[in-house]
Nanobody, 126 residues
Framework: QVQLVESGGGLVQAGGSLRLSCAAS????????MGWFRQAPGKEREFVAA????????YYVDSMKGRFTISRDNAKNTVYLQMNSLKPEDTAVYYC???????????????????WGQGTQVTVSS
């Protein structure tokens, strides 16, 4: 079983940047697809981005393209989400998720991920 711990969240002004990290322990994530999701108050959890095991396949929600960058360091068993040009509507709890599979289909569906971190709060002030 894998444990995921997110970090790097915080309070930032609009236009600012944050880098989220998701450190995995318990087993390697190097062969699995990983994703980032977020949940704003009163809203459902939504997909942000996903990356395949090698980093060769990456997918973003359109609204995040050009602003967010997902990456991974398999040697460190860690996945990252670099967020630039942050907007107040990016305010949410951000979750890292482990799919426990190398598949890169249906990656936007949270039900296809087996393990989740506890989340890290990102607050963007206007």
């Amino acid at each position: 079983q894998v444990q995921l711990v997110e970090s790097g969240g915080g309070l930032v002004q609009a236009g600012g940047s944050l880098r989220l990290s998701c450190a995995a322990s318990g087993r390697t994530i190097s062969t699995y697809t990983m994703g980032w999701f977020r949940q704003a108050p009163g809203k459902e959890r939504e997909f942000v981005a996903a990356i395949n095991w090698s980093g060769g396949d990456i997918y973003y929600v359109d609204s995040m393209k050009g602003r967010f960058t997902i990456s991974r360091d398999n040697a460190k068993n860690t996945v990252y989400l670099q967020m630039n040009s942050l907007k107040p509507e990016d305010t949410a709890v951000y979750y890292c998720a482990d799919r426990s599979s190398s598949s890169f289909i249906w990656i936007r569906d949270s039900g296809n991920y087996d393990y989740w971190g506890q989340g890290t709060q990102v607050t963007v002030s206007s």
